[in-house]
């Protein structure tokens, strides 16, 4: 079975900061990657995604993802957040032959401080 | 296009009680999956129904079961509840390769 895994529970960083958060998967197939953030009190939003093709991926408010194949990884980052940012981002994996079953990682809550 | 929506939003219930929870897909949208987020176990793939039959299941007890109508629209059931089964569920719908997720339902065990 695949597993999603995320280094960081939780990240505190200063408005401004780059921001980098860890994915590793376990999968010897095919995946497709995606990366969801949960704002407090709202519900789960696509950040970015990636199917195939050029593993740097951009998705909305200024985030990019890289797949890299090798090392079964799909890091998240940013280069200056705000603090509107803060929020829990999750990492998700999903084997591109079955259907539309996710496995989320933990999931990382990041603070940023104004 | 309107988002997933899930009724109702919070529910209280009592051990041993069963609960059903519903959720209606973006317009178009075939395939809709179902989630458990809880702190301590994050976020688990019930199952997920397209074009009304079940497709996957997750490491669920067979206590969790669903089910989706013609129209997309799909319920989620719990039987004999547990106190562990108090969590956020969460309904994703589909049209070809990416999940949308809706506000989900926070059920209370007690």
């Known amino acids: 079975a695949q597993s999603v895994s995320q280094h960081n529970h939780h990240v505190i960083l200063s408005e401004a900061a780059s921001l980098e958060l860890g994915c590793n998967y376990s999968y010897g197939g095919t995946v497709n990657l995606f990366w969801y953030v949960q704002y407090p009190g709202q519900h789960l939003q696509l950040l970015l995604k990636?199917?195939?093709?050029?593993?740097l991926v951009k998705g909305i408010k200024g985030f990019e993802a890289e797949f890299i194949k090798s090392k079964f990884s799909f890091n998240l980052r940013k280069p200056s957040v705000q603090w509107s940012d803060t929020a829990e981002y999750f990492c998700?994996?999903?084997?591109?032959?079955?259907?539309?079953?996710?496995?989320f990682g933990g999931g990382t809550r990041v603070l940023v401080k104004p | 296009k309107a988002g997933v929506t899930q009724t109702p939003r919070y529910l209280i219930k009592t051990r041993g009680q069963q609960v059903t929870l519903s959720c209606s897909p973006i317009s178009g949208h075939r395939s809709v999956s179902w989630y458990q987020q809880t702190p301590g176990q994050g976020l688990q793939f019930l199952f997920e129904y397209f074009s009304e039959t079940q497709r996957n299941k997750g490491n669920f007890p067979g206590r969790f079961s669903g089910r989706q109508f013609s129209n997309s629209r799909s319920e989620m059931n719990v039987s004999t509840l547990e106190l562990g089964d108090s969590a956020l569920y969460l309904c994703?719908?589909?049209?070809?390769?990416?999940?949308?997720f809706g506000p989900g339902t926070r059920l209370l065990v007690l």
């Open positions: 990636y199917f195939s093709g050029d593993p």
């Open positions: 994703a719908s589909s049209g070809e390769e990416t999940q949308y």
């Open positions: 998700a994996v999903r084997p591109s032959a079955a259907g539309n079953k996710l496995t």
